[in-house]
């Protein structure tokens, strides 16, 4: 099966006034949709064309050559933007509880400081690309990526990621990075993220 774009699980003005309803329809509707129209084309016709996006990702250095870099492109940004809409909610913000809230004290220090590590790895991020937190198989790790590289390159779980492109914040934010970054705790769904973390 080719990939399809997830419906948003939200309306486009849900995250409001953190993430505008334009930047949330253009970036969902257009941007996700061309990742997982340029995905599909690189992968029709091969053994991967049924395969799931991390299996895809994480076989990428098996694929032919002249396919490695459109795929790990396009479907590194349909998994990455798969992930970003599902962590992302109306009732978002706060901090996470339990096992995963107590994760990020113990490899962090606290939850203030992976919200400065977390906010400081988007700031820095040169370019365009992404801000993860992952569990790496062992922990959780934060680090950023270039581009559309995903953690699953890696071998490693995104349980939270956030899209440092300019397309993720402009219209509102123009070249004020910073601020749509202090504005992402407002929308993340601890819930969905704890989730995953505890799927690991
Ligand atoms: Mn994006």
């Known amino acids: 099966?080719?990939?399809?774009?997830?419906?948003?699980?939200y309306a486009h003005d849900a995250l409001e006034p953190h993430i505008d309803a334009r930047t949330m329809e253009i970036h969902h509707s257009k941007h996700h949709q061309a990742y997982i129209t340029n995905a599909n084309n690189?992968?029709?016709?091969?053994?991967?064309?049924?395969s799931s996006v991390e299996d895809v990702l994480r076989d990428l250095k098996s694929l032919p050559a002249d396919k490695q870099?459109?795929?790990r492109n396009n479907a590194g940004g349909h998994a990455n933007h798969s992930l970003f809409w599902a962590t992302m909610g109306p009732s978002g913000g706060g901090s996470p509880s339990g096992a995963l809230g107590d994760a990020i004290g113990a490899t962090f220090g606290s939850f203030d400081d992976f919200k400065t590590t977390f906010s400081q790895n988007g700031v820095t991020r040169f370019g365009s690309g992404w801000s993860w937190l992952v569990h790496d198989g062992s922990g959780l790790k934060a680090y950023s990526t270039a581009n559309q590289d995903s953690p699953v390159m890696d071998g490693h779980t995104p349980l939270l990621g956030m899209d440092v492109w300019e397309h993720a914040y402009y219209l509102n934010y123009q070249n004020r990075r910073p601020d749509y970054i202090a504005a992402f705790w407002n929308v993340i769904d601890w819930n969905a993220v704890a989730a995953r973390f505890t799927a690991c």
Request: aromatic share 10%.
């Open 69 to 71: 870099g459109p795929v």
């Open 42 to 50: 690189a992968l029709a016709g091969t053994q991967w064309e049924n």
């Open 1 to 9: 099966m080719p990939f399809t774009l997830p419906d948003l699980p």
